[in-house]
């Protein structure tokens, strides 16, 4: 499978992430963005504020929320921003506006497909080389509350090359 020839109907995460690791390895961290599914979030006890153009933003209102856990080692690590986001559709404005060098994303495997997708567009329209890793949730149900594994969360988020990031 090469980066060009990626489809929504037969997206395969791990072919998607070996494609781009070495590239993504390249980038230093501070130069990365991160983006979060909202489906995450604990649903009826988040107390996250909603900021336009910038999506939702962790007040770390609950120790054990997987997105305060994922937002606090972005944070650690020096990633250039962290969008919780409530869908694809506003990835493509978050790219242009911030032209960052990688991304990490953690969403659904449809979210994932139609940003891989939306990755594989910009690349031609606007010349954006962007590497990007991405985590499916384990779990995805936005009416409930998803989930995903934090340790590989983490494993992605780290990712350098040998001389450091």
Same mark, same amino acid.
């Given at each position: 499978? #090469?980066?060009?020839?990626?489809?929504?109907?037969? /997206?395969?995460?791990? *072919?998607?992430?070996?494609?781009?690791?070495?590239?993504? =390895?390249?980038?230093?961290?501070?130069?990365?963005?991160?983006? &979060?599914?909202?489906?995450?979030?604990?649903?009826?006890?988040?107390?996250?504020?909603?900021? =336009?153009?910038?999506?939702?933003?962790?007040?770390?209102?609950?120790?054990?929320?997987?997105?305060?856990?994922?937002?606090?080692?972005?944070?650690?690590?020096?990633?250039?921003?962290?969008?919780? /986001?409530?869908? @694809?559709? &506003?990835? *493509?404005?978050?790219?242009?506006?911030? %032209?960052? +060098? +990688?991304?990490? +994303?953690?969403?659904? %495997?449809?979210?994932? +497909?139609?940003?891989?997708?939306?990755?594989?567009?910009?690349? *031609?329209?606007? %010349?954006? !080389?962007?590497?990007?890793?991405? &985590?499916?949730?384990?779990?995805? !149900?936005?009416? #409930? @509350?998803?989930?995903?594994?934090? =340790?590989? &969360?983490?494993?992605?988020?780290?990712?350098?090359? *040998?001389? @450091?990031?």
């Amino acid at each position: 499978m #090469s980066k060009q020839n990626i489809k929504i109907a037969e /997206i395969d995460v791990a *072919e998607v992430n070996k494609l781009w690791r070495e590239e993504f =390895k390249k980038v230093p961290f501070y130069k990365r963005i991160l983006l &979060v599914s909202h489906c995450l979030r604990r649903i009826g006890s988040c107390q996250e504020e909603r900021v =336009k153009g910038k999506g939702l933003i962790c007040l770390h209102c609950h120790d054990h929320c997987q997105v305060n856990q994922i937002v606090n080692e972005a944070k650690r690590l020096k990633y250039k921003n962290i969008y919780i /986001i409530s869908g @694809g559709s &506003v990835v *493509e404005s978050i790219l242009k506006k911030e %032209r960052p +060098a +990688a991304i990490v +994303a953690i969403a659904c %495997r449809q979210e994932l +497909a139609m940003g891989v997708e939306l990755v594989k567009i910009l690349r *031609e329209k606007i %010349r954006l !080389d962007l590497p990007l890793q991405i &985590v499916e949730l384990s779990k995805a !149900d936005c009416d #409930s @509350g998803s989930q995903v594994n934090i =340790k590989k &969360v983490k494993k992605f988020l780290q990712l350098k090359n *040998e001389e @450091g990031s």
